[in-house]
């Protein structure tokens, strides 16, 4: 018994400095790897209206369908994301896939910024660049693939005018906010969002990384890094660590006046699936939601839980809809090795289905 | 100390005193003196304080961008807390070592120990400078207006005893009463001093001093929610290391405990993520997230107040008046879009027209 307890013990010393000496081997890599590795994908500047940009992607595949599909990401972090990593990238296959691309690029904005609404968001600048694909095109409707809160402002637009949209494709989006299951979701409701936008006007980047990080603090401050000692001596491992490090840290602020009605309109008050939602004077009601659907959620994603993602499908008019789940977490289910197999053809392939 | 019970006296002085240490450090500084003690002035004044608080939250959670040089100083830090949990599972692993109630003990406060170093050292350090200053030297103020409660007004005497006790029993090495004297602290806190604070003033400077002490009273309450809020989370993994050599014990007899300490440290991790989700899930943490980002914003907007007050006669523009601007020009831009849009209309009406008009002739 003791021999064996004493061998356990050498053996764990043993690998805490194999572990030690991994972290002395791998500083010479950490400080010449290249990890900038995003936003590869060739584009052009197209339209621009104050900070928002819109891209047209230059695919090297021909497009297999007339119609375009905008991509709309979240305020809350850049859309690189689905542009990670050549063999990982979401924008890549969806192009190779036989789609013509543009993408929304919010921007970061600054105090100037502070007074822009939601209206301004989904009526304004998003409207605008669907209106700009529409005429360049010249075409009535275009499809959509949005994600995350990107997923709820196109459905918000969606609703609002159906007449323009084709196809819709929502991923990993928040429609109903009531649910518990995620720790966002739960914080949200005990928080004080005038107080949040008062004080900062521009609600700042970093208070919303720090709630991100809050979600798994052991996991997410401390077990990460330690996991990360096996993999220093691997190039290829550290560069898909420090890409995806950087966009998590990479987190634009909110402008004041959108995020308090996106928290309270919706994450507190859950008026968009209750059907009391307005925008503009308008009322948003789901129901008029009739175009084609395709819902995809990750099982595993405790950001934007299934629980909040999910109930879209039964609050739309649309006949034509689809929800799929993919055991995937909120990052993985547009940049990680399922997302390139699995996910980007499947929502390629439904949409060029319905694009004839 | 003897304790002076002469109230109103007390009572007096502290009121007096407080005012006048209060009124020197908001007093504008002239530009003589400035000149003269410019350096050490600058140092003293706690506005220079403020201004660092009030970077806290834009620069929450630090400005860890996830750089390599970041990343490997996150993976040095984290090391040295996977090295204490190591140290912990080498106690338990040692051949003499029974688990018995009183080695436990011993094991669970070698490793408490450790852990209140940790949290020092790496769970603070993640929070920005700002943050850390208010951390380490609420503390003191802390430990300032415990001092306090002996001299001060009647609510303080009254359970001056139970403050002093749960204050040395608590801080790192018991949580829960720590925990509890923030409660009592809170309490008379909003007995005493809050009233105080919030006491309308008189003169000239009336305005001033309203915005000093609002500003001073946002403070205090923000430094209690953020220690009770840190207190939870020491307190947190205090429980589950406790609760993980109580079941390593139970396991022991069946046999079962962890094999290695790869196979420990995965356990252990499980259980403090279990705890972290049980406590953060609860409505009373859930709450206690909105009251403490609640006092933070509260006290950012009063400061920002303070510091307009005191930039009036400088020949620089405030943040209220650019907010006034910002608003002016987005009000402008909207409408510019919305006539550009009429025009554009108008325009491709102009030539609808125009072309009817050719296919007329």
Redesign the interface.
């Known amino acids: ?2 021999l064996l ?2 061998t ?2 050498f ?2 010393m043993s ?2 400095l194999q ?2 000496q991994k ?1 002395i081997d ?2 010479d890599v ?2 010449n ?1 290249e ?1 900038e590795d995003h936003d590869k994908t060739p584009k052009e500047l197209v339209y621009q209206e ?1 900070k928002m940009k819109l891209y047209r992607y230059i695919s090297t595949t021909k497009p297999k369908t007339k119609i375009p599909t905008l991509v709309v990401y979240a305020l809350m972090n850049r859309s690189y994301i689905m542009d990670i990593q050549r063999d990982k990238s979401f924008i890549k296959k969806l192009l190779d896939e036989g789609l013509d691309l543009y993408i929304v690029d919010w921007g970061y904005p600054t ?2 910024d ?3 609404t939601m209206e ?1 968001y989904i009526e ?1 600048y998003l409207g605008n660049a669907i209106d700009y694909i529409r005429k360049t095109h010249n075409l009535d409707k275009i499809n959509i693939i949005s994600k995350c809160q990107g997923g709820t402002f196109c459905t918000i637009y969606s609703a609002l005018y159906p007449e323009k949209i084709k196809n819709l494709v929502t991923i990993a989006a928040p429609f109903d906010f009531s649910t ?1 299951d995620g ?1 966002l979701f ?2 949200a ?4 969002v005038d ?2 936008v ?4 521009i609600v ?1 980047g ?2 919303l ?2 709630c991100f ?7 997410l ?6 996991g ?2 096996d993999g220093l001596d691997d190039k290829n491992f550290l560069s898909d ?2 890409g995806m ?2 966009w ?3 987190s634009p602020g909110q402008a004041g006046e959108a995020y308090r009605k996106y928290m309270k309109d919706l994450w507190q008050d859950n008026k968009l699936i209750k059907g009391e939602f307005t925008l503009g004077g308008k009322k948003v009601d789901l129901k008029n939601v009739t175009m084609p659907l395709l819902n995809v959620v990750g099982d595993k994603d405790n950001l934007i839980v299934p629980a909040a993602s999910k109930p879209l499908n039964d609050a739309v008019g649309s006949k034509d809809k689809e929800l799929v789940t993919y055991p995937v977490g909120h990052a993985g289910i547009v940049a990680s090795s399922r997302s390139q197999k699995e996910i980007a053809p499947k929502v390629a392939k439904w949409l060029l289905d319905r694009s004839k | 100390m003897a304790t002076n019970l002469n109230m109103f006296n007390q009572s007096i002085e502290a009121q007096k005193n407080m005012f006048e240490v209060w009124q020197k450090m908001f007093n504008p500084i002239s530009e003589e003196i400035l000149e003269k003690n410019s350096k050490d002035l600058m140092n003293y004044n706690p506005l220079n304080y403020f201004k660092e608080i009030i970077e806290l ?13 970041q ?2 100083k ?6 040295d ?3 204490s949990v ?1 140290k912990i ?2 106690k338990l ?3 003499t070592f029974e688990p018995t109630a009183e080695a436990m003990k011993v094991a669970f406060e070698e490793w408490r120990e450790q852990y209140s170093e940790y949290m020092n050292k ?2 603070i350090p ?1 929070l920005p400078e700002p943050m850390k200053k208010v951390l380490e030297q609420s503390m003191s103020v802390m430990e300032s207006y415990r001092s306090a409660t002996n001299k001060f007004w009647e609510p303080w005497i009254g359970n001056e005893k139970e403050l002093s006790d749960a204050f040395f029993r608590g801080l790192l090495n018991d949580p829960s009463a720590y925990l509890e004297y923030l409660k009592l602290w809170k309490e008379n806190y909003d007995n005493s001093f809050s009233k105080f604070l919030n006491t309308p003033m008189m003169g000239i400077n009336r305005e001033l001093l309203e915005k000093q002490f609002d500003s001073l009273d946002k403070y205090i309450r923000f430094n209690v929610h953020l220690n009770e809020y840190l207190a939870n ?1 020491y307190k947190l993994g205090q429980e589950t290391m406790k609760k993980t050599l109580n079941d390593y014990a139970a396991m022991y007899k069946e046999g079962m405990q962890p ?4 196979e420990f440290y995965k356990y252990w ?1 499980k259980e ?2 279990n705890a ?1 989700d049980r406590l ?2 609860s409505d009373d943490f ?2 206690l ?2 009251h403490t ?2 006092a ?3 006290f ?2 009063e400061v ?1 107040k303070l510091w307009e007050e005191y930039l009036t006669f400088m020949p620089i523009a405030k943040k209220s008046e ?2 006034s601007l ?2 002016t ?3 402008m ?2 409408e510019i ?1 919305s006539l550009r849009k009429e025009l554009d209309e108008f325009k491709a009406l102009k030539e609808v027209n125009s072309e009817k008009e050719k296919s007329k002739k």
């Open positions: 018994m003791k307890t004493q356990s013990i053996e764990a690998k805490v572990k030690q972290l791998g500083i950490l400080m790897i990890y104050d105090a100037e502070r007074y822009i301004d304004g518990d720790l739960k914080w409701k005990d928080m004080n107080g949040l008062d004080a900062y006007g700042p970093t208070f990384n720090s990080v809050s979600l798994k603090p052991y996991s401050l401390v077990d990460k890094y330690i990360l000692i660590f420090l490090e950087k998590l840290f990479d | 939250g834009n620069k929450l959670n630090s400005n860890y961008m996830g750089d390599p040089y990343v490997l996150k993976m040095n830090e984290s090391t807390a996977y090295y190591f599972w080498q692993k040692e051949d790496h769970y993640l989370i094999k290695s300490f790869e991790t403090i993520n972290f953060f899930f859930s709450k997230v909105g980002l609640d933070m914003t509260s950012k907007i920002d650019m907010d910002y608003k020009v987005y009000e831009k909207k879009k």
